[in-house]
């Protein structure tokens, strides 16, 4: 592993649809985290996992997200029914055990809803 | 309420100066913070972590401060460079939280002048 890698890079939508992002983190690394960042913010927590339990939700992440990371391994973001305030970007980050490590961030899903 | 802020406003160095970044926070009581690069289009990388009980952490060109009694944290590079140029993130860990999940800034970008 070098890294932790998203999958798309990009992804336009149409308002309604439903999308779904991957992120595979660092193999070692058994916390997950997804933010998500808007132009000229930093980024805010959605969701975090340790291994395969996802451990706690932020207020943002109403009814039409859900996450999962089967196995402890790889994760999916799904949003359901876009709206054009979902447009962001989503990042995904791993990090490793019990102490205070940085994280590790992929690069990122950029979402426009059109 | 709780808030972590960053200059809004971009820092405009000359080449070789030092760039000092400044975070402030109210109503945390963070166990320990972290300072962040991002380039555009790039997830954020890692670059210090300091804790509570520290006053002050090195790495090569960079130096972190860390004041829990004024809740606050400074940033510097020294001798920076034009590579240096990028948005800068700070980002705490509540000393309640057990998950390690990051409360960011938003942001504060650096651009040095050659």
Redesign the interface.
């Known amino acids: 592993d070098t890294g932790?890698s998203q999958d798309p890079r990009h992804k336009i939508t149409k308002r309604g649809q439903n999308v779904t992002f991957r992120c595979d983190p660092i193999s070692e690394h058994n916390?997950l985290?997804w933010?998500r960042q808007t132009l000229?913010?930093?980024?805010?927590?959605l969701t975090?996992f340790?291994n395969e339990a996802q451990?706690?939700k932020s207020r943002l992440l109403s009814d039409r997200f859900s996450a999962e990371r089967p196995k402890g391994s790889f994760s999916t973001l799904e949003i359901q029914r876009t709206e054009q305030g979902d447009s962001a970007m989503y990042?995904c980050?791993s990090?490793f055990g019990?102490g205070?490590?940085?994280?590790?961030?992929?690069?990122?899903t950029?979402l426009t809803v059109v | 309420s709780q808030k972590i802020e960053q200059n809004s406003e971009a820092l405009n160095i000359q080449e070789g100066k030092t760039a000092t970044l400044t975070c402030n926070y109210t109503n945390y009581s963070p166990a320990y913070l972290q300072w962040y690069r991002q380039d555009p289009g790039r997830g954020p990388v890692f670059l210090l972590l300091i804790r509570e009980n520290e006053k002050e952490k090195r790495k090569e060109r960079l130096k972190v401060t860390f004041d829990t009694t004024l809740k606050q944290s400074l940033f510097h590079i020294t001798a920076s460079q034009p590579a240096d140029s990028a948005t800068y993130l700070c980002a705490l860990t509540s000393g309640s939280s057990n998950t390690g999940k990051l409360i960011f800034g938003q942001g504060t970008t650096l651009q040095v002048k050659p």
Do not use: D, K
């Open positions: 932790v916390r985290y933010y000229g913010q930093g980024p805010e927590f975090y340790q451990l706690e990042l980050a990090s019990q205070p490590y940085g994280y590790t961030f992929g690069s990122g950029r």
